[in-house]
């Protein structure tokens, strides 16, 4: 009851957010405006934005493939990529919930324990948070004058971001290559926690040094930092493309490094605990076009409508694709009966 209570007050309040920014993002603009606009767009930047968006995912999936190369080294980027989609499209629907599903659905195709897998969905959290705050920082080493408009200073101090980028490079991958240290010293200290948490806290630690292990094979830490890099590259891709279809690079003379700065506003956007980025992305990223980039209020609005719709049903259609394809049933993963369930 009080699991249920609190899901029930996590998803009210998810969806409370969205709604929230969804106000913020359409006050005062006009909605047939925003619709001629939208459907005016060729059919064809969808193809092209959808394949995009897919090829983005496919990275992510080629990722995790080295995350898990300690658990099973053979593990098929088909099911990888699978699993992946097929997480997504339940985030789409309940927030979160599809990291825990993703673990059960390796397991059904791939035969590998959920604990161990969960372990690795947890340090691809990390390696997200992480290349964004230095990708973020990057960006504004490089690109720190629209931020200008808000902040003078940043354009004088640009070099201090690229020495944070630096030196949180080197401490991570220090950390990475030497995880084995860092939880050992972890378990150490242990007898903090109350008894009856302490066997699931060690297994918790056990299950994402997995994860980390990967970086002790040869070539793995080179590749999961290669394809981390790619993952956000791709990302400012995606928010670049639709320039042409607005004609942002002729009005408003935004470039690959204006796409840049946007998905610093993006990332931002979608680690709002807001359905799929629904709302919190329309209005950080419309917001952004308008303030630092001076795009029209409504051409910025219908941009962030027709991008983030484009994300949406990408995940969407290629997750219920493998949904049914791989006979996923989310009532077979709720089953408390299973010993190896990550929630149990």
Same mark, same amino acid.
């Given at each position: 009851?009080?699991?249920?209570?609190?899901?029930?007050?996590?998803?009210?309040?998810?969806?409370?957010?969205?709604?929230?920014?969804?106000?913020?993002?359409? !006050?005062?603009?006009?909605?047939?405006?925003?619709?001629?606009?939208?459907?005016?767009?060729?059919?064809?930047?969808?193809?092209?934005?959808?394949?995009?968006?897919?090829?983005?995912?496919?990275?992510?999936?080629?990722?995790?493939?080295?995350?898990?190369?300690?658990?099973?080294?053979?593990?098929?980027? !088909?099911?990888? *990529?699978?699993?992946?989609?097929?997480?997504?499209?339940?985030?789409?629907?309940?927030? !979160?919930?599809?990291?825990?599903? !993703?673990?059960?659905?390796?397991?059904?195709?791939?035969?590998?324990?959920?604990?161990?897998?969960?372990?690795?969905?947890?340090?691809?959290?990390?390696?997200?948070?992480?290349?964004?705050?230095?990708?973020?920082?990057?960006?504004?080493?490089?690109?720190?004058?629209?931020?200008?408009?808000? *902040?003078?200073?940043?354009?004088?101090?640009?070099?201090?971001?690229?020495?944070?980028?630096?030196?949180?490079?080197? &401490?991570?991958?220090?950390?990475?290559?030497?995880?084995?240290?860092?939880?050992?010293?972890?378990?150490?200290?242990?007898?903090?926690?109350?008894?009856?948490?302490?066997?699931?806290?060690?297994?918790?630690?056990?299950?994402?040094?997995?994860?980390?292990?990967?970086?002790?094979?040869?070539?793995? *830490?080179?590749?999961?930092?290669?394809?981390?890099?790619?993952?956000?590259?791709?990302?400012?891709?995606?928010?670049?493309?639709?320039?042409?279809?607005?004609?942002?690079?002729?009005?408003?003379?935004?470039?690959?490094?204006?796409?840049?700065?946007?998905?610093?506003?993006?990332?931002?956007? *979608?680690?709002?605990?807001?359905?799929?980025?629904?709302?919190?992305?329309?209005?950080?990223?419309?917001?952004?076009?308008?303030?630092?980039?001076?795009?029209?209020?409504?051409?910025?609005?219908?941009?962030?409508?027709?991008?983030?719709? &484009?994300?949406?049903?990408?995940?969407?259609?290629?997750?219920?694709?493998?949904?049914?394809?791989?006979?996923?049933?989310?009532?077979?993963?709720?089953?408390?009966?299973?010993?190896?369930?990550?929630?149990?």
């Amino acid at each position: 009851m009080k699991s249920f209570l609190k899901n029930t007050v996590s998803t009210v309040f998810s969806i409370g957010l969205a709604a929230g920014f969804l106000y913020l993002a359409f !006050r005062g603009k006009n909605v047939n405006e925003l619709w001629h606009s939208l459907i005016d767009v060729h059919w064809s930047w969808f193809v092209i934005l959808f394949l995009g968006s897919a090829i983005s995912h496919v990275i992510r999936a080629w990722r995790w493939k080295y995350l898990l190369y300690p658990i099973k080294p053979d593990i098929s980027i !088909r099911n990888t *990529f699978s699993v992946t989609m097929i997480g997504y499209l339940i985030n789409n629907v309940v927030p !979160r919930l599809g990291e825990f599903v !993703r673990p059960y659905a390796l397991k059904k195709l791939e035969g590998v324990s959920k604990s161990a897998t969960m372990g690795t969905i947890v340090l691809e959290r990390i390696l997200d948070l992480v290349t964004f705050a230095l990708v973020t920082l990057l960006i504004l080493s490089i690109y720190a004058e629209p931020f200008a408009v808000w *902040f003078p200073a940043m354009a004088e101090f640009e070099w201090l971001f690229f020495v944070a980028a630096l030196v949180m490079t080197i &401490v991570f991958g220090l950390i990475f290559l030497k995880a084995d240290v860092l939880f050992q010293f972890l378990k150490k200290i242990l007898f903090l926690f109350p008894t009856n948490l302490r066997a699931n806290v060690e297994k918790i630690f056990d299950s994402f040094l997995s994860g980390f292990q990967a970086a002790k094979h040869p070539g793995n *830490f080179f590749m999961i930092a290669v394809t981390s890099l790619l993952i956000w590259i791709s990302y400012i891709v995606l928010l670049y493309i639709p320039f042409f279809i607005y004609h942002f690079h002729t009005t408003n003379a935004l470039d690959f490094g204006s796409a840049a700065v946007l998905q610093v506003a993006s990332g931002m956007a *979608f680690a709002m605990p807001t359905p799929s980025g629904i709302g919190s992305y329309h209005a950080f990223t419309s917001f952004t076009l308008t303030e630092l980039f001076r795009v029209d209020p409504a051409q910025a609005l219908s941009y962030a409508v027709y991008t983030h719709a &484009v994300g949406f049903l990408t995940t969407t259609i290629l997750g219920l694709y493998y949904f049914f394809v791989d006979k996923i049933h989310v009532d077979d993963f709720m089953s408390k009966n299973d010993s190896d369930n990550p929630l149990s």
